[in-house]
């Protein structure tokens, strides 16, 4: 497997970790989490090794800093990492023209990747995250009170874990392809260039699911457990 430090160094890691933060809106959650260098030194570790991260050490952020990490997150995928790809792809495009088989079979690919990926976004931005959001506010109100939240019957943690894919792991695809078509010859420049960006992006990607996996859903759970969950009969 491709270690990071092959793919980038510690301060451009930093940088590709803040970058998200500046390129969102000054809300009230970007300023605070701007304000945690705790938790962005803690997340740069983990994107630095994940196999001997102290993931105790995540617990003394609240639900709502993880929650409001992931969200910018996935806001900067949208708004900033798939346009990039995407860019790169067209200018490939604009190198080859549509006749090289290869590009086409890059542009299918990613398109169907790119579906998918706002798919999952979107699951997690409509189910995953409200139903957290009213898990915290019924552990900071009455637990008779709590019962009267109304929680979505069709959604619990337990479905989301089953059904949690690692997206990140279709993207290896991406190299096979590449490697596919130019077999005998050196692959060409931005081809290189656009395969580096999207393995960056896989780095991302997981490292985003192992904050999902093993950091927010066992402090939801913890939540649940504390409220006698689920909050549904
Ligand atoms: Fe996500
Ligand atoms: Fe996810």
Partial sequence: ???????????????????????TPKTKAINHLEMNHELIELILDLYNDDEDFPFEKMRKFSVEDILDYLQVTHQYYLSKKLPEIEQSLLHIFSKYGQSHQLL??????FNDYKNKLV????????????YIRKVIVASKVKTVCAGSLEIDPNFSIEKFISSHSPIEDELKEVSQIIKNYSSNEAIPLPY???LNQVELFELELRKHAI???HILVPMVIEL?????MPLRN
């Fill in 1 to 23: 497997m491709t270690s990071v430090n092959d793919l980038i160094d510690n301060s451009k890691m930093l940088q590709l970790i803040t970058e998200r933060l500046d390129n």
């Fill in 104 to 109: 086409a079979s890059l542009a299918i690919f």
């Fill in 119 to 130: 798919d999952h976004i979107r699951m997690e931005e409509k189910q995953l995250f409200p």
């Fill in 192 to 194: 290189k260039i656009f």
């Fill in 211 to 213: 904050i999902e996996d």
């Fill in 224 to 228: 649940e457990q504390k409220l006698k």
